[in-house]
Structure formats: structure tokens, C-alpha cells
């Protein structure tokens, strides 16, 4: 795969990445502008984390079935639309709708993104390029809250959003130049692969851990700006926008995760240390300073990113044949943990205040890591027994 290549995919995976994190540091600013509440506000983010996690499985299907380039272009172009039409909502409502628009094509693009990387790069170099890819995920999750942070606070909630959109725009006329992908035989669609795929060691609990550690961290990372407000210095879409730093962490966790990998003995216990940290993360952000908040981010971003840059990898590499519908299930699992854990802890903390919202943070956490255990041990257990 040329550089070429590479810098088209890593551009288009920043630029969709961004697009469903680029109003969480507006969250309160949005919540004003449309006069709604801070529960209601959520929903901007749950709006589009949603439809990720229903619409992945039905795009790993069809990507069994046809080349993924085609999908990568479409999505992108389709994006751009959407994202310059947030800047026009004249209410809630329409942001909201515009919103799930774009829920419904990341997914296509990052599914389609996935299948490309996979199946165009030799078997050898395939866990490094999945690793690389998850880094550079992790990069668009900050470059999107940052950006959006600072351009608000310069010039307006809307000037992020418009900007974005010509970017996409240049990515998707950019894809037109991408070689097809490494695929010489297509599967038809059929829907008894998806238990097949579930049914294998392993793959249900790797699924289930990074829907519960999303969920942890896309619930800690959306309570973020409210908290702030409720704390000594207070709130702006910039120094929201700064907390976010933390996720740079996350980028040297995905490209450091095989190196782990190695010295624990195996992927599954690169997990179960990511989840570990994640605990420790959650138990930090409950504590009421601004600087807790800022450190338990970078504790989140590196626990987060070292068991979800190795997961891709290992499942890939576990299944040979049908590789859109292994990561349409992956960005399910993993989406679905996400958009529960974007309204459910605001929910709580409207309901209840920030002591109960923490806490049912950190009993996710530990549940994660309680499954990434029994992984780990089962998955040893396994290779022993058949030794």
C-alpha cells in the first residue's frame, strides 16, 4: 500500500472521526443556542453514536458482497453534506435529525475503511496497520473536540462545523484516485454468518469489552464540559476543548499496544491491563477538581486505546474469510456501548447528580475488566489444553 493511499484513508478516517465528536466540548453552548437541557443536549452525541451501533452490522454484510472503495467515496461526499447542514438547524430538532444523517454514514465509511485496510495489506503487517488505524481514530477524536473548542470560541458554534464539511469534501474527491482493494473474490449476503462469526472463541467477550469500556468512556468524556461548569474556573468551549488533550495519550497507547502485547504474554492481556486503567481513569474523574478531570483523561485515553488498538487485530486475524462482517459487528459492539454510555450517565446525572453518575462509571469499568480476565484465562487455557 503507497504512501498515497495511506495519507487518503488516515485524512478521511480523521475527518469522519471528527464528525461525531466535533459538538461534544459545544455540548453547553448548544444547550443555550436551542434552549434545551443538559440531558437534551446529550443527545447530540447519542443522536449519531446509535445508528453506529445498529448500522454496522447491515454495511459488514455488504461489504462481504462488493469492493470497499466505492462505499469510502459515497460516504464522504454524503458526510460533507450533512456536517454543512448543522450550521443551518433552525432548532433542536433539525440539528437532531442532521445528526442521525450522519450516524448512519460513519459507519459506512469507517466499516468500509476497516475492510479496505484489511484486506489490501499483507497478512504479515496487518495487526501493525489495524494499530495504526486505531491511532489514528484516536487522533480524530481529539483533532475534532479540540478544533471545534477552539473555532467556537474564536468565531462561533457553526464555523467548526462548515469547516469540517469542505474538508470531507476534498477527501471524497480524493478517493476517486484510491487503487481498488485487495479482494479477488466477493461472498453473497447471507445472514447465518453472523452467528458463525459469534460463535468463535473468544469473540463475544472481545465485543462485549470494548462496548463496556466505550461506554465508560464515551459517558466520562460527555459529562466533561458539564462538570466543569460546576467547578471552580467554570466553563468555556475552549478549556473544554484543552481537556481533551488526554487523548494524544491515547495515540502512543495504539502504537506502543503490540509492544505491550509482547511483554504480557498476548493480546488478550493487553485488554485486560486497558481495562485495569480505565478503572483507575473513572475513579480519578469523580474527584472535584479541574485537574483531576484533566489527568483522569489521559489515564481513560491510555487505558481505552491499548485494549481497543489490539482488538481489531486480534479478530481480523482470527477470521480468514469474512472480514466486513467482523468489523461491522466490531463498530456495533463498540458504537452501541458508546451511544448508551453518551445518554445514560447524563440521564442519571440530571436525575440523581454527578456522585451516582460516577459511580455507574466506574461499575462498568470494573465489569470490562472482569471479562477481559475471563478472556484472557480462557483464551490460555485454551492454547494449553490444545498443546
Given at each position: 500500500?503507497?504512501t ?5 484513508l488516515?485524512a ?16 453547553p ?11 437534551t ?11 453506529l451501533?445498529?448500522a ?17 467515496g459515497?460516504?464522504?461526499?454524503l ?19 442532521v ?5 448512519l454514514l ?14 489490501s495489506s ?7 496497520v ?7 481514530t484516536?487522533?480524530?477524536g ?5 478544533f471545534s473548542?477552539?473555532?467556537a470560541?474564536?468565531?462561533?458554534w457553526?464555523i467548526?462545523f462548515?469547516?469540517l464539511?469542505i474538508v470531507?469534501?476534498?477527501c471524497?474527491?480524493a478517493?476517486l ?21 459469534l460463535?468463535?472463541?473468544?469473540f ?19 459529562l466533561l464540559?458539564f462538570?466543569?461548569?460546576?467547578l ?10 484543552s481537556?481533551?488533550a488526554?487523548y494524544?495519550m491515547?495515540?502512543?497507547a ?10 504480557l504474554?498476548?493480546s488478550?492481556r493487553t485488554?485486560?491491563?486497558?481495562a485495569?486503567?480505565v ?9 472535584p477538581?479541574q485537574?483531576a478531570?484533566?489527568?483522569?483523561v489521559?489515564v481513560l485515553c ?12 486480534v479478530?481480523?486475524?482470527?477470521e480468514g ?5 467482523v ?16 445518554y ?17 462509571l ?6 470490562a475488566a ?5 478472556l ?8 494449553a489444553?490444545?498443546?
Amino acid at each position: 500500500m503507497n504512501t498515497w493511499t495511506l495519507a487518503v484513508l488516515y485524512a478521511a478516517t480523521v475527518c469522519g472521526i471528527s464528525s461525531i465528536y466535533a459538538p461534544q466540548p459545544l455540548l453547553p453552548v448548544l444547550a443555550r443556542a436551542f434552549g434545551v437541557s443538559e440531558a437534551t443536549a446529550s443527545l447530540t452525541t447519542t443522536a449519531t453514536m446509535l445508528p453506529l451501533g445498529l448500522a454496522p452490522l447491515a454495511y459488514g454484510f455488504f461489504l462481504d458482497a462488493v469492493p470497499a472503495k466505492p462505499l469510502i467515496g459515497a460516504s464522504l461526499a454524503l458526510l460533507a453534506v450533512c456536517t454543512a447542514g448543522l450550521c443551518l438547524a433552525p432548532d433542536f430538532t433539525w440539528f437532531i435529525a442532521v445528526r442521525v444523517g450522519q450516524g448512519l454514514l460513519v459507519p459506512a465509511l469507517l466499516t468500509a475503511l476497516m475492510t479496505y485496510l484489511a484486506t489490501s495489506s499483507p497478512a504479515a503487517s496487518l495487526r501493525r496497520v489495524m494499530a495504526v488505524y486505531i491511532a489514528v481514530t484516536v487522533f480524530g477524536g481529539f483533532f475534532g473536540r479540540f478544533f471545534s473548542g477552539l473555532a467556537a470560541e474564536a468565531f462561533g458554534w457553526e464555523i467548526p462545523f462548515l469547516a469540517l464539511a469542505i474538508v470531507l469534501a476534498l477527501c471524497a474527491g480524493a478517493c476517486l484516485f484510491l487503487p481498488p482493494d485487495g479482494r479477488a473474490a466477493f461472498s453473497p449476503i447471507r445472514l447465518e454468518y453472523a452467528p458463525q462469526v459469534l460463535r468463535k472463541n473468544g469473540f463475544v467477550a472481545t465485543y462485549l469489552v470494548v462496548a463496556l469500556l466505550f461506554f465508560v468512556f464515551s459517558g466520562m468524556l460527555n459529562l466533561l464540559p458539564f462538570r466543569l461548569g460546576r467547578l471552580e474556573g467554570g466553563y468555556s468551549p475552549l478549556r473544554a476543548g484543552s481537556m481533551y488533550a488526554g487523548y494524544l495519550m491515547g495515540v502512543i497507547a495504539c502504537l506502543t499496544s503490540h509492544r505491550f502485547s509482547k511483554r504480557l504474554g498476548g493480546s488478550t492481556r493487553t485488554m485486560a491491563l486497558g481495562a485495569a486503567v480505565v478503572i483507575v481513569a473513572a475513579a480519578v474523574f469523580a474527584l472535584p477538581s479541574q485537574g483531576a478531570i484533566f489527568a483522569s483523561v489521559f489515564v481513560l485515553c491510555s487505558g481505552m486505546f491499548l485494549a481497543h488498538s489490539v482488538a481489531p487485530g486480534v479478530l481480523n486475524g482470527a477470521e480468514g474469510e469474512h472480514k466486513g462482517l467482523v468489523n461491522g459487528l466490531y463498530i456495533s459492539f463498540y458504537y452501541s456501548g458508546g451511544a448508551l454510555g453518551a445518554y445514560l450517565p447524563g440521564v442519571v446525572l440530571d436525575q440523581f447528580g454527578f456522585g451516582p453518575a460516577a459511580v455507574l462509571l466506574l461499575a462498568a469499568a470494573i465489569l470490562a475488566a472482569v471479562v477481559a480476565t475471563r478472556l484472557d484465562v480462557e483464551a490460555f487455557s485454551g492454547e494449553a489444553k490444545a498443546r
